[in-house]
T-cell receptor, first 113, second 114 residues
Framework: QQPVQSPQAVILREGEDAVINCSSS?????VHWYRQKHGEAPVFLMI?????EQKGHDKISASFNEKKQQSSLYLTASQLSYSGTYFC??????????????FGKGTLLTVNP | EAQVTQNPRYLITVTGKKLTVTCSQN?????MSWYRQDPGLGLRQIYY???????DKGDVPEGYKVSRKEKRNFPLILESPSPNQTSLYFC?????????????FGPGTRLTVL
């Protein structure tokens, strides 16, 4: 099943914060986050492997709650360069098929000056 | 430069005319995948490969074939394309050795089937 992302779209002014959520109806063993800028290929941001784990990438961080089967991506003090579509991806099984990812539909983030 | 290349980048074809989209990576990755991207649907995995001669279906494999005869190449074959296969296609290879499982995406192939 495809993970569900919310919101579908968000518009920010430079310097504002945003949270993007990713939830699944099935057990999650890891969550992958990617960003795709307009007209470009998706680019890896981070992978979260353990419950409660948090990671950071520049001013972008994420958390993963296994019990709640959800992950959240936090964008702090957003910059114009953060604009793009953010995807979360979840693997097929606990067997570690991190290569068979099912992605959410994406969250379009627009940062305006 | 480490990269994933796809060819062609753009293709317009007609229903039923067999086509192949090539994908090649120079990072010695074992794992490779094909995705299609459609507005409002996100990225959907078509097929993936865990090594040479080892492939498996993703979420939307119908109408597609793949082969993995060499580690670096993973072509996507549409034997009889139909208009519903008009889409943006991405090939990706995965670094499975670092623990990051980072997927490196190619630049994409925009396919239109008339």
């Amino acid at each position: 099943q495809q993970p569900v992302q919310s919101p579908q779209a968000v518009i920010l002014r430079e310097g504002e914060d945003a949270v993007i959520n990713c939830s699944s109806s099935k057990a999650l063993y890891s969550v992958h986050w990617y960003r795709q800028k307009h007209g470009e290929a998706p680019v890896f941001l981070m992978i979260l492997l353990k419950g409660g784990e948090q990671k950071g990438h520049d001013k972008i961080s994420a958390s993963f709650n296994e019990k709640k089967q959800q992950s959240s991506l936090y964008l702090t003090a957003s910059q114009l360069s953060y604009s793009g579509t953010y995807f979360c991806g979840t693997p097929g099984t606990s067997g570690g098929s991190n290569y068979k990812l099912t992605f959410g539909k994406g969250t379009l983030l627009t940062v305006n000056p | 430069e480490a990269q994933v290349t796809q060819n062609p980048r753009y293709l317009i074809t007609v229903t039923g005319k067999k086509l192949t989209v090539t994908c090649s990576q120079n990072m010695n990755h074992e794992y490779m995948s094909w995705y299609r991207q459609d507005p409002g649907l996100g990225l959907r995995q078509i097929y993936y490969s865990m090594n040479v001669e080892v492939t498996d279906k993703g979420d939307v494999p119908e109408g597609y074939k793949v082969s993995r005869k060499e580690k670096r190449n993973f072509p996507l074959i549409l034997e009889s394309p139909s208009p519903n296969q008009t889409s943006l296609y991405f090939c990706a290879s995965t670094d499975g050795t670092s623990g990051r499982n980072e997927q490196f995406f190619g630049p994409g192939t925009r396919l239109t089937v008339l």
